[in-house]
């Protein structure tokens, strides 16, 4: 609860300065991202089919620092497609996911930064199982990001830039839940199991700028891994995101 409160006051501290101030610049951006990939857990492979998911991205800097923060939820919940007809895994995932860091500029080209990372998420099961009652799952998956970005190609107009970031140990508490008829509605709880994983993230952007205003597109590619106690595997997720966004700067 402390990393997410933490996490969300670096958010809205980016956002509160979404103006000039000082010699401070900030970067509000939008953009559309379009998330599709490939969903493991043991016993079973599933698809995310391509989903378009909105994204919030704030960035204020000042000589060599910089905060940002990126923020989505995906729009209700996704449906996910077995390889197969029989889905043991989940049938469908409501995600959100907050990322906050501390930038550095060593140079002109290159930045090294530090933040952390939230996840949560709520899957569905059993609802394509024969005579299988249908039950939730929901986790909150937190842990410190370190990142890397390179400029490795610009003109007076556009900049190339390849990021790399990972989070080398996540931490989660994954509760079940299953359906009761109860009158108030209420679910029941079934069990609470702790989670530890890590995650790449990669992507290669070109942001194309025109006085204030500017447009970024680009390749997002995300490795998620998820364990048990005892290296068992929880779940594996791997997605191929591209994206476009448009943003504006605030300030010098």
Known sequence: MKTLLRCSALFFVAFAFARPVGAATTRVEVRALLVNGIHTE???TSTVAAQPVPMLRITTSEKRWALFAEGTSSLGSTPINASGGFNPGPTSVHLSYVNAIVRYRLNSATSLGIGETIYNQVSTYGQNIPFSEPYADASRVVGVRYEIRHEFYSTPHSRWNADLAVNPHLSANLVEYEPTN????????MRMTPESGSQVDASISNRVSNKRYSVTYGLRYVNL???FPYHELADRNAFVIPFIGIARSFGH
């Open 42 to 44: 043991t016993g079973s």
């Open 182 to 189: 109860d009158a108030d509605g209420d679910e029941g709880f």
């Open 225 to 227: 891994s998820m364990f």
